[in-house]
């Protein structure tokens, strides 16, 4: 199921306070689409012009008055380039579910009903399925061999997948069609301890492309995806920074049951976001390189846009993102 939506007028879906923003066709290439985004939609001057930035951006538009987003396509941009316009579309599936129950914003992103069946075709898929595609994918560059076939699907199944949510996913990578796959995976539940063992051996074959994030994508709502994401880009710098304490803390974090109150309690505490001495102190990074300074700067903001998108941030929180965006703007 598609988050899209498919409609040939979307000024129907611009009512009071929306911000409607058609996509010009015309956009051929990935510099083209940023560059529209970035004006359209007020990027900060820190905008890096990369699908990350873009990610990012599209999730966060604090520095937009509250109010509804239509973004309406006439065409699907970026004909030519296949592999940027699947990125394109992810990005902007991820925001749509990102801004999902907010009550500040509703972002909505639509396509005309001409191009519904070509999103069909290429599997559209978002959240678990989309990861799960891109990990068998990772796993098995060269297809799925029959022998492995069915282990495969014992793995899926162990991971809690529905047999539905199976048939899909395998058939997003190309394994089966969607139909058949279904057949296939009622034949494997139905013996389902003699695939046990292979399918050990397929989870330690899947491990080095991505296993375990994944597993933790299935089991975590994706707001706190992103956000654990972020906690460890942060434990990435501070570790090549040699900032070890830092380094620490956020492993320790990371370390805690996801969603959690102690979880909770850590990400907003005031080692992270208080004071001298804590990770939003700029004297932790005083041995650093520029470049590291801003990078964590950065990857900071986004963490406290993601507190305060669940609805737990504090005044420390608050106080600290007003300061990170003056400083990721010099």
């Given amino acids: 199921m598609s988050v899209f939506l498919f409609t040939d007028n979307p000024a129907t879906l611009a009512g009071k306070n929306t911000l409607c923003l058609h996509v010009p066709p015309a956009l051929a290439d990935k510099r083209a689409v940023l560059l529209w985004y970035a004006e359209a939609l007020c990027f900060p001057s820190y905008f890096g012009e990369n699908w990350d930035a873009f990610s990012e951006c599209v999730r966060d538009l604090a520095w937009l008055a509250p109010s509804n987003i ?144 994944w597993l933790v994508e299935g089991d975590t709502p994706l707001s706190q995806v992103h956000l654990i994401r972020a906690l460890k880009q942060m434990h990435t710098l501070l570790r090549d920074g040699g900032e070890k304490r830092g380094a620490q803390l956020i492993a320790r974090i990371l370390k805690l049951h996801h969603g959690s109150d102690e979880f909770w309690s850590a990400v907003t505490s005031l080692e992270l976001w208080g004071g001298a001495g804590s990770l939003f102190d700029q004297a932790f990074v005083k041995n650093s390189e520029d470049s590291l300074r801003l990078q964590f700067n950065r990857v900071l903001l986004e963490l406290g846009g993601l507190i305060e998108r669940e609805g737990r941030s504090t005044h420390f929180v608050r106080s600290a993102k007003m300061v990170l965006r003056q400083w990721v703007a010099k």
Avoid: C
């Fill in 70 to 213: 239509v973004i309406a396509h006439g065409d699907l941009p970026m004909a030519g380039h296949p592999s940027d316009q699947d990125i394109y579309l992810d990005v902007l599936a991820d925001a749509v579910l990102d801004w999902k129950g907010d009550a500040a914003r509703n972002f909505k992103v639509t396509f005309p009903t001409k191009v519904m069946r070509a999103l069909d075709n290429r599997m559209i898929i978002v959240g678990r399925h989309m990861s799960t595609r891109d990990l068998i994918v990772r796993s098995f560059p060269d297809g799925v061999p029959d022998e492995d076939y069915p282990a495969l699907i014992w793995v899926l199944d162990d991971a809690q997948m529905s047999q539905r949510s199976i048939a899909t996913a395998l058939a997003a990578s190309g394994v089966n069609d969607d139909t058949a796959a279904l057949n296939d995976i009622l034949g494997v539940l139905a013996d389902r301890e003699a695939y046990e063992a292979a399918g050990r051996a397929i989870i330690e074959k899947m491990k080095p492309y991505g296993y375990d994030e």
